[in-house]
């Protein structure tokens, strides 16, 4: 579930589930599991998530899998199955930074999506992936957090619809 940016591990996705079960019953704990349990997955009978694995044997329950998956928990699938749609509209807008060494392993579905955008071609996506290497964790940026900051606000203020008066989101 999390690991330092040497590899080391730091929390299993067991000792995990474990807190939650401690925290709160029926998926109430407000920990990350449970969260995107809550927000992607189905309702199960009594009217609580339905969980997406067994917290103490770790079986998943494969309808919970794939019913995440069609509702927006994967979000590469997402876009891989309507590119058609999406992708005219997120040409150029897609722009991703992520560290080598991520905490919790999202580098791993990182490196799918940058190879399935990597293959577009109707339309190409023109965007961008920075890797922060070598053994960058989570939350790696490729710039101080105030120039970050100042990028983004320029690349909002240029694609702004007309109508709108960005000189009023400005600070002075």
């Known amino acids: 579930m999390m690991r330092s940016v040497e590899g080391q591990m730091l929390q299993t996705v067991r000792q995990m589930s474990q807190l939650e079960e401690v925290l709160g019953s029926k998926g109430r704990s407000g920990q990350q599991y449970e969260a995107w349990e809550a927000v992607y997955g189905p309702v199960g009978d009594d009217g609580y998530p339905k969980p997406l694995w067994d917290k103490r044997t770790g079986r998943i329950d494969r309808n ?3 019913y995440m998956r069609d509702h927006g928990y994967d979000l590469r699938y997402y876009i891989e199955t309507h590119w058609k749609e999406i ?3 997120l040409v150029g807008k897609l722009h991703f930074q992520c560290g080598d060494m991520d905490h919790f392993y999202l580098n791993s579905s990182l490196y799918m999506l940058e190879d399935f955008l990597g293959k577009t071609d109707n339309p190409p996506y023109g ?3 920075e890797w922060g290497r ?3 964790g989570h939350g ?3 710039m101080p957090m105030p120039d ?5 606000a320029d690349h909002a203020r ?3 619809p007309a109508e709108d008066d960005s000189d009023a989101w400005q600070y002075k």
């Open 87 to 89: 992708g005219p509209k």
């Open 158 to 160: 240029k694609n702004a």
């Open 134 to 136: 070598p053994m960058k």
């Open 140 to 142: 790696w940026v490729s």
């Open 64 to 66: 919970v899998a794939l």
């Open 127 to 129: 965007g961008s992936f």
């Open 148 to 152: 970050l900051l100042r990028v983004m």
